[in-house]
C-alpha cells in the first residue's frame, strides 16, 4: 500500500498563474479530502468527495479554487488565477478503516 | 459550529519529564475524537479514536483520555523522538464524515 500520494511536492508559481494538485488515493476509501494548512489557522477542510460526488465545498475560499474527482483513482484542485495569499500546505486525505490517511502534502508558494 | 481548541500551543520538556496536552471541544454531537502526530514536512499520522466519556486509549508512552467537554494526551517519560506537532480533531455525530482540527501543540523534546 502506497499510502495517498499528492504530486508535486513543492510548487513555486507566479502571482496570476494556475496550479494544479494532484492526489492518488487509497484504493477502496470512498471519502477523500482536500486541507489546507497555515500557521496562522492551522488544517482548513477545502472540499469533500464520497464516491467521487463532491459532498461539501464550504471551505473553497473563493471561486478560484475548484477540485474535481473525475475516477476513485485521482483528484485535482486547481487555483486560478494564484494569489500570494494561497500560500500553503495542502493535503488530500483519505478515510479509512481507523481514521484519515494524509498525504505527505504539496507545498504551494506564490511569489 | 465545531470548535477545537489545543493548549497549549508549544511546550518544552526534558527527557522523561510526563506532562499532558489538552484539547477542548464544542460540538452538537459527537462521533468522534481524534489525535494525530505531526512531523515537518509530513502529513499528519493518526494515533487514536475516542468514542466516549470516560474512555481511554494507549500506545507506548502515550495516553489519550476522553471527557464530554475535553480530551487529554498524556505522555509518560518522554523521549525526544516524541518531538512533533499533535493534533487533536472532532467528527460530527451527524452522519457528515469531516473532520475539524485544533491548530495543535507543538512539543519539543530535549535530551
Known amino acids: 500500500d502506497a499510502g495517498v500520494i499528492q504530486s508535486p511536492r513543492h510548487e513555486v508559481t507566479e502571482m496570476g498563474q494556475e496550479v494544479t494538485l494532484r492526489c492518488k488515493p487509497i484504493?477502496?476509501?470512498?471519502?477523500l479530502f482536500w486541507y489546507r494548512q497555515t500557521m496562522m489557522r492551522g488544517l482548513e477542510l477545502l472540499i469533500y468527495?464520497?464516491?467521487?460526488?463532491?459532498?461539501?465545498d464550504s471551505g473553497m475560499p473563493e471561486d478560484r479554487f475548484s477540485a474535481k474527482m473525475p475516477n476513485a483513482s485521482f483528484s485535482t484542485l486547481k487555483i486560478q488565477p494564484s494569489e500570494p495569499r494561497d500560500s500553503a500546505v495542502y493535503f488530500c486525505?483519505?478515510?479509512?478503516?481507523?481514521?484519515?490517511?494524509f498525504g505527505s502534502g504539496t507545498r504551494l508558494t506564490v511569489v | 459550529e465545531d470548535q477545537v481548541t489545543q493548549s497549549p500551543e508549544a511546550l518544552r520538556l526534558q527527557e522523561g519529564e510526563s506532562s499532558s496536552l489538552n484539547c477542548s471541544y464544542t460540538?452538537?454531537?459527537?462521533?468522534?475524537l481524534f489525535w494525530y502526530r505531526q512531523d515537518p514536512g509530513k502529513g499528519p499520522e493518526f494515533l487514536f479514536t475516542?468514542?466516549?466519556a470516560g474512555e481511554e486509549k494507549e500506545k507506548e508512552r502515550l495516553k489519550a483520555t476522553l471527557t464530554k467537554k475535553e480530551s487529554f494526551l498524556h505522555i509518560t517519560a518522554p523521549k525526544p523522538e516524541d518531538s512533533a506537532t499533535y493534533l487533536c480533531?472532532?467528527?460530527?455525530?451527524?452522519?457528515?464524515?469531516?473532520?475539524?482540527f485544533g491548530t495543535g501543540t507543538r512539543l519539543l523534546v530535549s535530551p
Open positions: 484504493s477502496g476509501h470512498d471519502y
Open positions: 486525505a483519505t478515510d479509512g478503516k481507523y481514521g484519515y490517511t
Open positions: 480533531a472532532v467528527q460530527e455525530s451527524t452522519g457528515f464524515q469531516k473532520l475539524v
Open positions: 468527495f464520497n464516491n467521487n460526488v463532491p459532498i461539501d
Open positions: 460540538v452538537s454531537g459527537l462521533r468522534g
Open positions: 475516542l468514542y466516549s
